[in-house]
């Protein structure tokens, strides 16, 4: 793919003070949570372990721990140079296989068992719904009975992720197994070789929307981010990467519908109208990424690709509805379950700051230290959308880009249905606050990225985490 803009300017340093007051209040904001959260959880009344997390505070070590040590070290001596210099397509395909193994190795802390193979396997899991769907006369009939089946009284009711999420979800593991690749392994490989792209497609975005040096910069901060922990290995890994194509595919359509007609940005436009559309069956809360789309067709200064998105999610609703499950009454019908278990149970004043103190661990440190940076640059930067301005670009796109997706999971959070367990279920959104690191200035970046890479290794060898 050819380069898509001139050079643009650094954007102005805020100070490194600034920085570190940034990062200290966010360790602050995760250490209050922790301690209000225990105080809190007298009788397990917020169903956790170790609030703010859904985790249980067991220190070890294991057979990944010396490859993710390893990965971590060559990430941060050799990331930023190879960033800078690797081609454009080696980048990307270095960002895979980076990616890959960073989210392996850190599973593998707790064991090839635990980590990788049997983490999809739970009681609560879709897997332990798979072979019942596939016995069925066919998967209308799954759907035909999917919402009756919802309710936490229900006779012979769903897994707990089997019911909080639309059918989407359950049926891309029964093909999975239709098609013979049986069990946990493959599901667990499946996730992550969906995770492990989405770095790829959140460099390309950036690259399209602010430039090439902005996402250069990224680069090592996406590879190595802390979210990685709950990325490998989690279904949620493969909503977040539908959900990144779908906005990268999206930014492909809106730059190249302003250079004229073409059948390529159509076709763009409507696989990220598929995309969007799987995306709104794999999980109700991810219509929220919407945001984020109507984010980059500002930015892009065109609503050309709309109708071709929108023919691409009709797709799937036709299918969906068709085959006897409405999207709607399934959410409703969720709503009453979800309060009436932990959700219900759960306090709404305490969730609703700590579910953005639990984003300090995915984020990391470095993505606070980045908010500083950003902050005093959003106003200026939602300015220049204004009609009749130039195409934004630089360093703006990127505030304005990450901006939309933190908007998405401060609506999440306020809407009151996701009460903990947003480290894993917020992965979509938190993808998208990690190029915001690009912001940090270079002669800073690296010490960042070491607190990155020190931030998932603590939380993956302090905590067992669990979904």
């Known amino acids: 793919m050819e380069a898509v803009e001139p050079p643009v300017p650094d954007p102005p340093d805020a100070g490194w003070r600034g920085e570190w007051v940034a990062a200290a209040v966010a360790a602050v904001l995760f250490a209050a949570s922790a301690v209000i959260g225990t105080a809190l959880n007298d009788g397990d009344r917020l169903r956790l372990q170790s609030p703010p997390l859904l985790a249980s505070w067991a220190p070890h070590v294991g057979p990944g721990t010396v490859p993710a040590l390893l990965l971590a070290g060559l990430g941060v001596l050799y990331g930023p140079a190879l960033a800078r210099r690797l081609p454009w397509r080696w980048l990307l395909a270095a960002s895979w296989a980076g990616s890959t193994g960073w989210l392996l190795t850190l599973a593998w802390i707790d064991g090839w068992h635990r980590g990788v193979v049997n983490n999809l396997e739970t009681k609560h899991e879709y897997l332990r719904s798979v072979g019942e769907v596939n016995a069925m006369p066919g998967w209308g009939h799954f759907l035909e009975g999917f919402v009756d089946r919802i309710p936490i009284d229900a006779v012979d ?8 999420h639309p059918p989407g979800a359950t049926l891309t593991f029964a093909l999975l197994d239709r098609i013979g690749l049986h069990g946990g392994i493959w599901a667990s490989l499946f996730c992550v070789v969906w995770a492990a792209t989405i770095p790829a497609a959140v460099l390309l975005t950036v690259r399209l929307l602010s430039g090439e040096r902005l996402a250069r910069r990224a680069a090592p901060f996406l590879v190595l981010a802390p979210a990685a922990v709950w990325l490998g290995v989690s279904a949620d890994a493969y909503f977040a990467a539908v959900a990144a194509w779908a906005v990268a595919l999206l930014a492909l359509a809106g730059r190249g519908a302003r250079r004229g007609p073409g059948w390529r940005w159509r076709g763009a436009a409507l696989g990220s109208g598929v995309l969007f559309g799987l995306l709104c069956y794999l999980s109700y809360g ?130 009151g249905m996701s009460k903990a367990e947003t480290e894993r279920i917020w992965l979509p959104f938190v993808m998208w606050l990690l190029p915001l690191t690009a912001l940090l200035p270079p002669r800073r970046a690296r010490w960042w990225l070491v607190a990155q890479v020190v931030m998932a290794l603590l939380v993956n060898h302090l905590y067992r985490t669990t979904w």
């Open 157 to 164: 009711n769903w897994p707990a992720h089997v019911a909080g």
């Open 286 to 415: 991810l219509t929220l990424m919407a945001l984020v789309g109507v984010a980059v067709l500002a930015l892009t200064r065109t609503w050309r690709p709309l109708p071709y998105v929108l023919l691409g999610v009709a797709a799937w609703v036709a299918v969906f509805t068709a085959g006897g499950f409405w999207w709607y009454e399934g959410y409703q019908v969720l709503v009453d379950r979800y309060f009436a278990g932990a959700g219900g149970q759960r306090p709404y004043g305490y969730f609703v700051w700590a579910n953005l103190a639990a984003q300090v661990l995915t984020v990391g440190l470095a993505t606070a230290a980045a908010l500083w940076q950003w902050g005093p640059r959003l106003a200026g930067a939602l300015r220049e959308l204004a009609p009749g301005r130039p195409v934004v670009r630089g360093y703006r796109a990127l505030v304005v880009l990450s901006g939309s997706a933190l908007g998405a999971l401060l609506v999440a959070d306020l809407s």
